[in-house]
C-alpha cells in the first residue's frame, strides 16, 4: 500500500521539471538527428561520393555551409548535455528524495529509448551510428554518476 503511494507520487505535480527536461530533451534530439544524418546529404550536394574515398575541389560557400551543419549539431549536442547535468543536479534535490530511485530508473528507460531510437533512425537514414549515439554518452555517464553518488548519499532515506 505504502509503496503504491510512492509510485503514484513519482508522477506528482513537484516533478514536472524532470518531465519538462525530458520533452525538452526529446526535441533537442530530434534537432541533432536531424543535422546528423543532414551532414551527409551536404556532402552529396557537393559531388562528394561518401563511398569513395576522392579528394574533389570546395568552394568556400560549400565549406561554410558544411561548417554550418556541424556547428548546428555541436549547439545541439551541447544543449543536451547541459540540461541532461541540470536534470540530474534536481534528482539530488531535498525535494525528489523519496523518489530518487523511480526518477532514476525513469531517466535512464528515457536515454535507453533515446539511443534505440537514435540507432533506428541512423540504420533508416544509413547514417553513421556513432554520430548518432555520441549525444548520450556523457547523458549517461552522468546518469550512473549520479546514481551512485545519491545511493550512497540517500541510503538511508530512499524506500
Do not use: W
Request: proline share 3%.
Amino acid at each position: 500500500m505504502i509503496r503504491s503511494k510512492i509510485n503514484k507520487q513519482i508522477f506528482a505535480k513537484s516533478n514536472y521539471p524532470v518531465y519538462f527536461s525530458f520533452l525538452l530533451l526529446a526535441i533537442i534530439n530530434i534537432f541533432y538527428v536531424t543535422a546528423e544524418i543532414n551532414k551527409p546529404n551536404v556532402l552529396k550536394s557537393m559531388g562528394y561520393d561518401i563511398t569513395e574515398s576522392s579528394v574533389f575541389q570546395v568552394s568556400k560557400a560549400e565549406i561554410e555551409r558544411l561548417s554550418a551543419v556541424s556547428n548546428y549539431s555541436l549547439q545541439f549536442e551541447s544543449a543536451f548535455i547541459i540540461i541532461s547535468l541540470l536534470c540530474m543536479i534536481f534528482l539530488l534535490t531535498k525535494r525528489v528524495r523519496p523518489f530518487f530511485t523511480g526518477l532514476i530508473m525513469m531517466t535512464f528507460g528515457f536515454f535507453s529509448i533515446l539511443f534505440l531510437l537514435n540507432i533506428s533512425l541512423a540504420a533508416i537514414f544509413e547514417a553513421p551510428q556513432g554520430n548518432l549515439t555520441q549525444l548520450l554518452v556523457i547523458p549517461f555517464q552522468l546518469l550512473v554518476l549520479t546514481c551512485i553518488y545519491g545511493f550512497l548519499k540517500f541510503r538511508n532515506q530512499i524506500h
